[in-house]
């Protein structure tokens, strides 16, 4: 599968997205160790997972992981809202991106997911080697019943997909995922895209910088859940962003794209990843947005990151 990159077209109006699913969003999230930070989830959630030095070094991902090459991790911003890659002025490329059919199938599964990564990549990419970062692209694993170096795979009352920043991989189950996304490709897209703006977060020191942040802070204690949704609201900002880049290109037609931003409506109020409304709202800004420095979620009101 191949991506080309030109430049992005205006966006048009929106269109609503018929699917429906109920659920309610829960990050996996820990610094000292892995945590759940909110209640019991009945439907797909999205998440990152931060290990501790312990859990990087005590755990190893099962064989069947496409994981990347190792990189250099990159040097953690003092801010996490004043990096070079929130800077006016830089913006995602139009992508044109080839993507196979879907089907529930392990094998066709991992090919349409490895397609849009590297679509993913594609996006993403210059923009973060032009502002300083070092890429290194996200692995993939499918399985069910893998382990990452964040910890065992989470129950799936607690997570159906979730990037753990030790291996850099984004763990999509694909039984969960069908039992809880059918074989919709925007809602498939946007939760992958989703996944790949904690990628894009952790490769531009913004993870390392709300780790920090975190530090001393009571697991579940208010201000660790504000953190914890500036995190992912950010990554609902970003996936919107790539959605806008793919929109209208390739075999991702305008509306696919428009409803993949639309699936973000599928959710309820969140202490980890907000209210329904700032979660749409969010999603829609990056889409409607033209680079990064819209999805600023670390400056913003407190009411826009409830």
């Excluded at 000292?32 to 909110?38: R, S, Y």
């Excluded at 210059?126 to 290194?136: K, Q």
């Excluded at 694993?141 to 170096?149: L, N, P």
Aim: proline share 8%; net charge negative.
């Amino acid at each position: 599968m191949t991506c080309t990159v030109d430049r992005i077209d205006d966006v048009r109006p929106a269109r609503n997205n018929p699917f429906a699913v109920l659920g309610v969003l829960v990050l996996v999230l820990g610094v000292v160790g892995v945590v759940a930070l909110a209640g019991r989830a009945a439907a797909p959630v999205k998440g990152v997972a931060l290990p501790s030095p312990d859990a990087v070094h005590g755990l190893v991902a099962t064989p069947s992981v496409e994981s990347p090459p190792r990189a250099p991790a990159n040097e953690p911003a003092a801010d996490p809202g004043a990096g070079p890659l929130l800077g006016e002025g830089v913006t995602l490329p139009g992508v044109t991106c080839d993507l196979p059919g879907l089907d529930g199938s392990p094998e066709r599964l991992r090919t349409f997911y490895s397609a849009a990564l590297t679509c993913l990549d594609a996006a993403w990419e210059p923009v973060l080697t032009g502002t300083g970062s070092r890429f290194a692209e996200a692995g993939l694993e499918i399985a069910s019943d893998a382990s990452s170096r964040c910890g065992a795979m989470p129950g799936e009352d607690e997570a159906t997909a979730f990037y753990c920043g030790a291996d850099g991989i984004i763990y999509m189950p694909r039984e969960r995922l069908i039992e809880y996304l059918g074989l919709y490709r925007p809602a498939h897209l946007a939760v992958l895209a989703h996944e790949y703006g904690h990628h894009v977060q952790k490769l531009s020191g913004t993870l390392a910088a709300m780790a920090e942040l975190m530090a001393g802070l009571d697991p579940g204690s208010p201000g660790e859940l504000e953190l914890t949704r500036r995190t992912e609201l950010q990554a609902n900002c970003f996936a919107g962003l790539f959605l806008a880049a793919v929109a209208g290109r390739g075999e991702i037609s305008w509306e696919e794209a428009r409803s993949g931003v639309g699936d973000f409506a599928n959710s309820i109020d969140s202490d980890t990843h907000g209210t329904l409304e700032n979660q749409v709202r969010w999603a829609e800004t990056g889409f409607a947005a033209d680079g990064p420095s819209a999805c600023n979620t670390w400056t913003a009101p407190a009411a826009e990151v409830a």
